[in-house]
């Protein structure tokens, strides 16, 4: 990806989690922290050219649905949290992209260079972790 | 010098882990990331394998097989206190990354004709307890 898709939505505030589906594979054991690590291998763009995929959680709690709802027909997956103001500092626009089977999609758009993946991927916080 | 993979009765260490993890991802179906990905090439693996026969030592920690969203694969080790990570962007041109926790070294560089700063990396890992 050459650059933004969508312009930045500034009423996207920089405090606003960001949540990605995290596919099991995504989940690498870190023996250097003692736990599991968000691979950088999550946070790159579709081969298609598609920005990247997220959920806007406000609009998910707005539509009365939670982290295990949102994983519901997703098992084994795990749902992890960035911050809007995270991926802006990486050079990314936030961009509400609702589908009519999903109000809350929101696209991060912009170069994903290793650097980036790895820095959005060091930043983000677990929301929920198969157990 | 490496202990050939394809020795079944004598196979290095990294070898059976590593070799069931790549099949693991080979069997994924596209769309298998839920964001659309496409199934994961075998020529990423056959180079993943290739190169990890070329240069890992026999004692050396099994990765992390992690397949992306572009139908591709990587290479991760979190461990010893050293953070590797081997990209294949296609199956010939690789991007590493290396952290050492202990001594504060880091770099990210393009390991597709140069492996001198993997090898020196894996031999890091590989000799640290």
Known sequence: ?131 | MSQPVTDSANPAAWAPATVQSLGRVLELPPGWDSYGAPAIQPAFAARALDLMVAVLPDDAPAPAVVPTSRGGLQLEWHTRGIDLEIEFETPHRLRGYFHDHQTHTSWEKDLSADHSALLEAIAILSQRS
């Open chain 1, 1 to 131: 990806m050459a650059g933004p898709l969508y312009p930045d939505d500034p009423t996207i505030a920089d405090n606003a989690a960001l949540w990605r589906r995290i596919h099991p594979n995504w989940m690498v054991r870190d023996d250097n922290e003692r736990g599991w690590r968000i691979s950088s291998a999550a946070f790159t763009d579709s081969r298609d050219g598609s920005p990247l995929s997220v959920l806007l959680a406000a609009i998910i709690a707005q539509t009365g649905r939670t982290a295990e709802g949102v994983l519901a027909s997703f098992p084994g997956y795990a749902l992890a949290a960035i911050s809007a103001g995270l991926a802006r500092a990486q050079r990314q626009t936030v961009a509400r992209t609702p589908l009519p089977e999903e109000p809350a999609h929101t696209s991060i758009s912009g170069d994903k260079t290793p650097a980036v993946r790895r820095a959005l991927a060091q930043g983000a916080n677990w929301v929920h972790f198969p157990t």
